[in-house]
């Protein structure tokens, strides 16, 4: 089987992250850093959590886990950001 991003699921604190359902979501890989899940919208950026940085962090691809300290048992999904689908005409 041949895999996508599609098939890229990021759990950070419990939290599950499909990064190709939000293109305000990137998962970034750094040799000081290691692994690490960014918000990055409207010129702010904000790390969500990271390998190293977080109480548990997991990356899975097609249900095989990459990267993982530990699966969450519980998972919620993440409050909305991004896009609202709103347009600005003001500006």
């Known amino acids: 089987m041949k895999f996508s991003y599609h098939d890229v699921v990021v759990f950070v604190d419990g939290v599950r992250y499909k990064p190709s359902k939000n293109y305000a979501i990137q998962l970034h890989c750094t040799k000081a850093g290691g692994w ?4 990055i ?7 969500i959590g990271g390998e190293f940085d977080s109480e548990s962090f997991c990356i899975e691809i097609g249900e095989t886990h990459a990267i993982c300290g530990k699966r ?20």
């Open 41 to 47: 919208w409207d010129g702010v950026e904000k790390k």
């Open 36 to 39: 690490q899940l960014w918000h």
């Open 72 to 91: 969450p048992k519980n998972v919620t999904e993440p409050e909305p950001f991004g896009w609202d689908g709103m347009v600005n005409t003001d500006a």
